[in-house]
């Protein structure tokens, strides 16, 4: 079965551009995640949706970051402008989600994203 | 902010030992769930346990909750040297927070032939 994709895997921009990081959730799971992860801080929640609709966007960092989940099967994570301090990998992470909270996330392998 | 801090941040073994992580978190708790990560990957699911559950075991992990003290560990038997990864503990709230998860620092874990 095919797990959480996300693409690019590697992402090296130059200050001052836009990058748009995709994702593609597991089949069949209504709850997808961004996360942001870097030595310093760990891996941190940015925003999560459930059934398409954003629930919780209180990590997100400023209002240069920006996210959307037009489908069941697509979101992305978008940084305009982009600075250096954005430098790190995320995550794209989705888990089933209903009367059962909590459930086990599934995780992509990451976008690692370098801002020069 | 992270809730859950694992105890000790870093762990070296020797293959066949066992090596024990310890997790601590501040709020009341749904679930407690282990994750590892293995360099340049994403993390991965190893075991969840509930609230009112004080003792899980999967294959060589066994884990246990308390959560009088906040507090849960995770122990691998007889280690190999592909268990040398890093190991998240994540605390899921329930209600109050909604479906997402908490998780903590991590420990990284070598494990050495």
């Known amino acids: 079965d095919a797990g959480v994709i996300q693409s690019p895997r590697h992402e090296v921009t130059e200050m001052g551009q836009e990058v748009t990081l995709r994702c593609k959730p597991i089949s069949g799971h209504n709850s997808l995640f961004w996360y942001r992860q870097t030595m310093m801080r760990g891996l941190e929640l940015l925003i999560y949706f459930n059934n398409n609709v954003p629930i919780d966007d209180s990590g997100m960092p400023e209002d240069r970051f920006s996210a959307k989940m037009p489908n069941a099967s697509f979101s992305t994570l978008k940084i305009q402008p982009s600075e250096p301090r954005d430098s790190a990998v995320y995550f794209c992470?989705?888990?089933?989600?209903?009367?059962?909270?909590?459930?086990?996330?599934?995780f992509g392998d990451g976008t690692r994203l370098s801002i020069l | 902010s992270q809730q859950g801090e694992e105890d000790p941040q870093a762990l070296s073994i020797q293959e066949g030992e066992n090596a024990t992580m310890n997790c601590s978190y501040k709020?009341?708790?749904?679930?407690l769930q282990w994750y590892r990560q293995n360099s340049g990957r994403g993390l991965v699911h190893l075991i969840l346990?509930?609230?009112?559950?004080r003792e899980k075991h999967s294959g060589r992990l066994r884990v246990t909750l308390d959560t009088s003290k906040k507090s849960s560990s995770l122990l691998i038997t007889a280690s190999r040297a592909a268990d040398t990864a890093s190991y998240f503990c994540a605390t899921g709230s329930g209600t109050g927070g909604g479906n997402k998860l908490t998780f903590g620092t991590g420990t990284q874990l070598k494990v050495e032939l």
């Open positions: 346990i509930r609230s009112n559950e």
């Open positions: 992470a989705s888990s089933t989600h209903g009367r059962v909270r909590n459930q086990p996330q599934h």
């Open positions: 709020t009341s708790i749904n679930n």
